[in-house]
């Protein structure tokens, strides 16, 4: 019998099962990653400025690949994931930091809680240790170094992350340039509302986002169309027609 690498009744699958949840996850993402010292790796090949939201629904799938299949499945995906980044390294003539392949799998963690708690409902002890369990096992696979054991022992970690990886540059300048090319003006004034909601102060500080989001008195709203089965009407209106499929699907559970 074939075991899953994420369990059936996992927080991490609630978490990863529904659109919105994964496209908070997603936005907070974008804010962060572009602040990332090690943003220069996803210029270099070119793919990331070219088609930011490809790009996000690619990892998406990925990361799904890996949380609703069977382990050898799981493992296959995060091998392929390995391999197409040594592919990267290996043209560049450079390797990939150890501390940039940890602040992605850190933003992982950190937004999945983030979005989760956001829209629906504040995670325990043990859910949170849950997350921060499935992805140190995708890190432990891909051969990240110095992962703590721990949820409670990645916090402090994390916090050093933020402090010393990420800064305002030109890659962060073009990306949000990127994003609001791609989106319009009225969507992606929606993803910065958005990304207000999920983000760290320190990220705040260095997009300089106020504290306040105009989201924030949405948010509730928002719940109640989920329970009256209007939402899919808010995201027609929020998300590109190209993307609307794909955003569909993310709620379809696979396997």
Do not use: C
């Amino acid at each position: 019998m074939q075991h899953n690498f994420v369990q059936e009744n996992s927080i991490v699958r609630k978490i990863w099962g529904k659109s919105d949840t994964v496209l908070f996850i997603f936005a907070g993402a974008a804010a962060e990653f572009a602040l990332n010292k090690a943003v220069d790796w996803l210029y270099f090949t070119g793919k990331l400025p070219a088609d930011p939201l490809g790009r996000l629904f690619s990892t998406v799938e990925y990361a799904r690949k890996i949380i609703f299949t069977p382990t050898e499945q799981a493992h296959t995906a995060i091998d392929t994931m390995s391999k197409i980044h040594t592919a990267v390294e290996n043209s560049r003539g450079a390797t990939i930091p150890d501390w940039a392949y940890r602040d992605v799998l850190f933003m992982l963690i950190h937004y999945s809680i983030a979005a989760y708690e956001l829209l629906e409902q504040k995670l325990s002890a043990e859910e949170k240790e849950e997350v921060y369990n499935v992805f140190y096992r995708v890190g432990t696979r891909m051969g990240i170094k110095e992962l703590p054991a721990t949820y409670i022992e990645w916090l402090p970690v994390r916090e050093t992350h933020i402090i010393n990886d990420l800064e305002k540059s030109n890659y962060t300048e073009d990306l949000f340039m990127q994003y609001k090319k791609h989106l319009g003006a009225m969507r992606f004034r929606v993803l910065i509302e958005g990304q207000k909601l999920v983000v760290p102060q320190r990220v705040k500080t260095l997009l300089h986002f106020n504290d306040f989001s105009l989201l924030t008195p949405v948010v509730p709203v928002y719940k109640i169309s989920r329970l009256m089965k209007m939402d899919w009407l808010l995201k027609s209106i929020l998300l590109p027609s190209a993307y609307k499929d794909k955003i569909n699907r993310l709620d379809i559970h696979p396997g």
